[in-house]
């Protein structure tokens, strides 16, 4: 069945339409859609001058990340000369990385669709997990790779203003479905046979795994493999932290990852439950072993503490983003340009960021209680601001 004839069953599917692709309207409702009259600018020139800590903060490693980025945006026509004359700035020298930025590009701070300036930042980090690639009594949870029956649906391929909006899906006899949930790949449907990776020890890492994006699994002979993103099986994201929330089993601002992790622990018996309640699922892939970092979106290695997933309907990947923010469960003040490399699923909306904490337990305990207001503004490349591609 081609891709077409694939969209136009789904669009025929109410019920999958709502299910897998939720953000997207029917084309009908976008044709007759009211347009604001007034809508509020993502972005709004700003000045160096009210970037909190601009003439203070050490560049040098923000610098690093930006070269990882110029090996995925050298072949944007706006981005060529920034690329190629940033290989001649001193790697060393804050000041003149300043002068560069300040002499090139032009800050334009981001804002909501309401018009407000602060957005939620959280972190994420590299987890470590123990595992195997047989499964043994102790490895039992199962890694896939991309399952062979899932398709991908561009329908952009119906209907021109859809470009862009994808779901997934797979046939039952003639008919697109939602591909299978959370619930029912733990359960062990059939299509997911001879796709495991590895096997791992602990249900509640594999689905912080998933959460994270990346990651390393521990053999038992102590040598780690890398693994990353491959797919997501098209099932809309739902905070777990949230359902514990609403269940009353912590306050929000209790509702960190080490204290989920706290709360399977004790309950047991209602963890297969919990983590069921958020029907997406990610599929990995194991990265070369000469990669010393995870690959982000943009794929370029992420920089720790340095590169930040964002949404990129909202923020251009590639682009420097000053973010001014505070540090982890704590009111002191974290103001630092990062770089947009990388996305994720549960973040949405123009003042939005994942803070990516690097790899380990350290990392991991920052990026669990990281749950911080922030501003941002997006760098653009003098005379071609604000742009995606």
């Not at 001193?90 to 090139?104: G, L, P």
């Not at 930042?121 to 690639?133: A, D, F, Q």
């Not at 305990?365 to 005379?383: D, E, N, S, T």
């Amino acid at each position: 069945m081609s891709s077409r004839k694939i969209a136009w069953t789904i669009v025929m599917a109410t019920g999958f339409w709502m299910t897998a692709c939720s953000s997207v309207k029917s084309p009908r409702t976008i044709a007759v859609a009211p347009v604001p009259s007034a809508p509020i600018p993502t972005f709004a020139p700003s000045t160096w001058e009210k970037l909190p800590d601009w003439n203070s903060v050490d560049l040098t490693q923000s610098w690093n990340a930006m070269l990882q980025g110029c090996r995925a945006l050298k072949s944007k026509p706006q981005w060529q000369p920034i690329c190629a004359d940033a290989d001649r700035v001193d790697k060393n020298d804050s000041e003149a990385q300043r002068k560069f930025y300040e002499e090139r590009m032009v800050p334009f701070q981001v804002f909501n669709s309401d018009g407000s300036e602060s957005g939620t930042i959280t972190g994420y980090y590299e987890p470590l997990l123990k595992g195997s690639r047989t499964r043994t009594e102790r490895f039992r949870f199962p890694l896939y790779a991309v399952p062979d029956d899932m398709l991908e649906i561009d329908l952009g391929d119906l209907y021109p203003q859809l470009k862009g909006q994808r779901v997934r899906g797979r046939l039952v006899g003639k008919k697109v479905v939602p591909y299978f949930n959370r619930a029912e790949i733990d359960s062990g449907t059939n299509s997911l046979k001879g796709k495991e990776l590895f096997w791992v020890d602990n249900a509640v890492d594999l689905f912080f795994l998933q959460i994270q994006g990346s990651g390393r699994i521990e053999l038992p002979d102590g040598r780690q493999i890398k693994v990353g993103y491959a797919d997501q099986n098209g099932q809309p994201y739902v905070s777990i932290g949230k359902k514990l929330v609403d269940m009353g089993a912590m306050k929000l601002e209790e509702a960190s990852m080490q204290n989920i992790r706290a709360w399977g622990e004790k309950n047991p018996d209602k963890l297969r439950g919990l983590l069921e309640l958020n029907p997406s699922y990610v599929f990995f892939r194991e990265l070369p072993e000469t990669l010393n970092a995870p690959l982000g979106a943009l794929g370029v290695p992420l920089t720790t503490e340095y590169s930040i997933a964002v949404d990129p309907k909202s923020i251009p990947l590639g682009a420097p983003v000053f973010l001014a923010t505070t540090q982890p469960s704590s009111n002191v003040p974290l103001n630092r340009l990062m770089l947009a490399q990388d996305t994720g699923g549960a973040i949405r909306g123009p003042v939005r960021a994942d803070f990516f904490w690097g790899f380990g337990d350290k990392a991991g305990a920052q990026a669990g209680k990281m749950r911080q207001q922030g501003r941002m503004w997006v760098l653009f490349p003098k005379g071609s601001e604000p742009v995606f591609n």
